[in-house]
């Protein structure tokens, strides 16, 4: 992939984010966004530079056009799709608008207050925000959006038909006020403000050939298995979650929203020149998630456990590991498995009402018998014990007094250094022995653990391969945020360590038949 676009991206976010204190996140994804031809939601309080975002943003496209509107209770769709041709009206008897200074005609759009916006605007952007598509009268024009911002200081109110055009911004970020104090004062003495400048110089910026073809490149880049575990997970990951919440707390991600997910990890990959999604892509994902505040944290922890657990998990099949693992184990627990019906001698056990368990202690008190409670027996040491004893009255046993008891041996205990046993019996019962396997099914069983060996060791080699692929990026990913390196690091090494758990389990599988001995008659 030609890292010459990267290099150049990098500096067009660098231009985008002049002057701009604490948005360089802000400025990254919605450049992102254009690039992938998405549009991006900005949530946050007034004043805090998302209009500046956006009339930015189209300085990054040469040429572009940029359409700018404030919605409202009144506004019409004249306002922003363009004004009815009067002429064509007149001479034609069509109904159609004039477009081409109003949104329809405009590369860069934002929208500002958009849920304001009345019926007929909103059931017009439906389609031009899905399809890329306005109709206008008989006419289905196809616009040439690539971002489109939209804000305001609320969320869609629920119950009142937004929830289609709110599930139409794949990208959804909170704006706040400036935290950092050095950041602030550093915006208050800025001599001159260069907010609605062009600050792109005109060899980066983007040209609408380029543009056209990159989108087509975008579409080609790969999605691997393992980046699709990770995306797999993460949806089942936020069934199970909604399954247990209520309705107005649902993080409901259509199929639509899905695959736009998607396309937009591709054109991360691309524009950061690579020729497939990698792990660190799928940290885009937390932004286009939640559907409230509330869940932007949930979000977040839900990418970061699906990272951690299946980010390089799938890649190596561990699943299926594990599988032929467990089926050749269980197969030798079967072929080596014995039974022999032995005579042993064990204590005899009395029950009361209750299932509680006593052993008889043989002439406790002269010729007379006591019991004990079995879970007493059982806590015995060779050192003194104070525990009950109990005598029998028909089925009842009742307890008589606490002794001093300790444990001799494994049959015998003492009182007042009396030993006494306790009462045996002699029973018939199955013996399971390990015999080793004929030469011909270890012969079979050792090709089939060699095989799985040999499979462990390429992963591994695997592993490696693609550790030191994607360490050589993970820091420089122009539209995640560096802090999340560090967990895809986590994640090669967590399926490192699994995999050579999975190997240890199973040269132990082998040693397990290899060291049986013949069992004598």
Not at 9 to 31: H, W
Not at 115 to 139: C, D, F, H
Not at 192 to 219: C, F, P, Q, V
Request: hydrophobic letters at 40%.
């Amino acid at each position: 992939m030609n890292q010459d676009i990267s290099i150049r991206i990098g500096q067009v976010i660098n231009g985008l984010r002049q002057d701009l204190f604490e948005k360089e996140k802000v400025i990254r994804l919605t450049l992102l966004s254009a690039l992938a031809g998405e549009s991006i939601f900005l949530l946050g309080p007034p004043g805090v530079a998302k209009s500046m975002i956006a009339r930015r943003l189209k300085f990054a496209f040469q040429g572009a056009r940029a359409f700018e509107y404030l919605m409202g209770k009144f506004s019409t769709p004249d306002e922003v799709f363009g004004p009815v041709s009067i002429s064509k009206l007149k001479n034609e008897d069509k109904y159609e608008r004039l477009t081409e200074a109003y949104l329809p005609g405009a590369q860069i759009v934002f929208l500002d207050e958009i849920w304001k916006a009345s019926p007929p605007i909103q059931n017009a952007l439906l389609t031009v925000l899905n399809e890329k598509i306005y109709r206008n009268g008989e006419q289905e024009l196809h616009v040439d959006i690539r971002g489109l911002i939209a804000a305001s200081n609320e969320l869609p109110l629920r119950g009142e038909g937004l929830e289609a055009l709110w599930d139409r911004f794949l990208i959804r970020i909170l704006t706040e006020n400036i935290k950092d104090d050095h950041a602030f004062t550093q915006m208050l003495i800025l001599e001159r403000h260069k907010g609605y400048e062009d600050t792109i110089a005109s060899h980066l910026k983007i040209t609408n050939e380029e543009y056209l073809k990159w989108t087509d490149d975008i579409d080609a880049i790969k999605v691997p298995p393992h980046v699709l575990g990770v995306i797999t997970h993460l949806r089942k990951r936020v069934k199970e979650r909604n399954s247990e919440a209520e309705v107005e707390e649902l993080m409901y991600i259509s199929d639509r929203r899905w695959r736009k997910i998607v396309r937009l990890m591709r054109t991360s990959a691309f524009i950061n020149g690579r020729a497939e999604v990698d792990v660190m892509d799928c940290f885009l994902m937390i932004d286009c998630l939640w559907n409230d505040k509330d869940q932007i944290a949930e979000a977040r922890e839900l990418v970061k456990e699906s990272v951690l657990a299946f980010g390089y998990r799938n890649l190596l099949n561990i699943p299926a590991l594990l599988e032929e693992t467990g089926r050749i184990q269980n197969e030798i627990e079967e072929k080596t498995r014995l039974i022999r019906k032995e005579k042993v001698h064990e204590r005899k056990v009395y029950k009361d009402k209750a299932q509680n368990n006593y052993y008889q202690v043989v002439k406790f008190w002269g010729n007379a018998s006591a019991y004990i409670l079995a879970s007493d027996y059982k806590r015995l040491k060779n050192k003194d014990s104070f525990i009950p004893i109990f005598e029998k009255a028909g089925n009842k046993f009742r307890p008589f007094k606490t002794f001093a008891i300790r444990l001799i041996s494994e049959n015998i205990i003492s009182n007042k250094n009396k030993e006494l046993e306790i009462e045996m019996v002699e029973t018939e019962k199955e013996v399971i022995y390990r015999q080793p396997p004929s030469e011909q099914m270890k012969h079979v069983w050792n090709n089939e653990i060699k095989q799985l060996l040999t499979i462990c060791d390429e992963s591994l080699q695997e592993l490696e391969k693609r550790k030191a692929l994607d360490q050589s990026h993970l820091h420089s990913n122009l539209f995640v945020e560096k802090q999340y390196a560090e967990l895809v690091t986590q994640s090669i090494n967590h399926a490192t360590t699994e995999i050579l758990n999975i190997r240890l389990e199973i040269e132990k599988t082998q040693y397990s038949y290899e060291s049986l001995e013949a069992i004598g008659e």
